[in-house]
């Protein structure tokens, strides 16, 4: 057979490029140290690591949700310890008031150191992660509280249903109000009075028949048309109540909820009113147990020197202390499911990489004895092809 000069120059180049092929792709490989750089060097393994890949960063965003909710959960958890502290403290506070062997003037200062109580527990109900409410629910870009006005019934003549608004502020830590006449709201001229300073003074006033809103100075109450009113005799008698300072709470009545896995969710927020309880913004009070209306109440009656009222705060502030330790026994219960839940999730993105080095990552030792032949293999053409490509009819003759 012939073999021709171009063939043979063919056939060199040819060659050449093959082993320069191998040699530039090892060189990449040992460069990357992966066996994958590009789709057409295994495409069964780049979709296998594409896939694996994508699992891997879903996983991440379950880790990455888990520590956002347990630093969630575990600041929740510090305040509600540091909160079931204040409240033993109050109940000390309310079981000294109720004991009758106070004076009026003992039991204001009582009433302003329980007010600092709640003026800490209302700071501890608005803690915020960063920006978000941990006690809002899902409304994280506000307060989950904020002060307002409440009422305190002194006894069982009224009740919620019959306030239909309280606005304004208040001048004195509490007003107490007395209706003058029996009547109904609404229709009858009711005579009532007013004081701003324990029951020391009285301001009296008239409710114009038609009229349902107590001017009371600094604030108003709208009482519900068609409420049936009696003469207070002063001795716990008749119609009376305080008005007072109250916690409402601004949040949300459903926590903020995050995945923490493919099939698993947890709660990273508290609704507030569950636990610490206040009224709604409309001013009606939260069920039982309710600590902010319990303490607003027992400060109510200090105030008024009633001391068998503060009396009757001292159950309820026991059984909210109670629901608020429930709260934050639920709170860890929560942590602990998150930590869980994230070691797993991180022995699984273990496992996952694992996977992706073992389809995409190179043995190093074995790729730099197949550069050294592929080099040697790509000399020796080179040499050879030089020689070959040097010959002619002379080296004959």
């Given amino acids: 057979m012939r073999i021709s000069t171009p063939q043979i120059f063919s056939q060199s180049l040819n060659q050449i490029n093959s082993s320069l092929i191998d040699v530039a792709k090892l060189n990449s490989i040992n460069s990357s140290q992966k066996k994958l750089n590009s789709p057409s060097d295994d495409p069964f393994g780049m979709g296998t690591v594409i896939e ?112 239909v608004s309280i606005e304004g502020e208040l001048d004195s830590a509490v007003v107490s109000v007395r209706l003058g006449t029996d009547g109904v709201i609404g229709t009858d001229e ?16 008239t409710l114009a028949a038609g009229d349902t809103v107590l001017d009371l100075g600094s604030c108003q109450v709208e009482l519900a048309a068609g409420t049936a009113v009696t003469e207070a005799d002063g001795d716990g008698e008749g119609t009376e109540f305080i008005v007072r300072k109250a916690a409402v709470y601004t949040g949300s009545d459903t926590a903020m909820t995050v995945a923490i896995s493919g099939s698993s969710t947890v709660a990273m927020t508290t609704v507030g009113s569950s636990v610490f309880g206040g009224v709604d913004q409309s001013g009606a009070g939260y069920g039982e147990p309710n600590l902010f209306e319990t303490i607003s109440n027992c400060i109510a009656f200090m105030e008024t020197g009633n001391h068998a009222g503060v009396a009757a705060c001292l159950d309820e ?81």
């Fill in 52 to 163: 694996l890949r994508g699992y891997d960063k879903t996983l991440s965003g379950y880790v990455n949700n888990c520590k956002t909710a347990a630093e969630s959960l575990s600041l929740a958890d510090d305040i509600l310890l540091q909160a079931s502290e204040i409240i033993t403290a109050a109940r000390e506070q309310a079981e000294q008031a109720a004991s009758e062997t106070y004076t009026a003037a003992q039991l204001q200062m009582m009433a302003d150191e329980m007010a600092s109580y709640l003026d800490s527990l209302m700071t501890m109900a608005n803690t915020q992660m960063g920006t978000d409410s941990i006690f809002g629910g899902d409304s994280l870009d506000s307060t989950a509280y904020e002060m307002g006005l409440g009422v305190t019934m002194t006894n069982d003549s009224l009740s919620n249903a019959s306030f």
């Fill in 190 to 205: 009711i005579e009532y009075s007013y004081s701003t300073d324990g029951g020391e003074t009285w301001t009296s006033a």
């Fill in 317 to 397: 502030l026991r059984s909210a202390q109670e629901s608020l330790e429930a709260a934050n026994a639920n709170i860890g219960a929560r942590e602990n499911k998150v930590t869980y839940t994230s070691e797993a999730i991180s022995q699984v993105r273990t496992i996952t990489g694992n996977s992706i080095s073992r389809v995409e990552d190179a043995d190093a030792a074995q790729i730099l004895v197949e550069l050294e032949q592929a080099n040697y293999v790509y000399e020796a053409v080179l040499t050879s092809s030089a020689s070959i490509m040097r010959m002619s009819l002379l080296d004959y003759i």
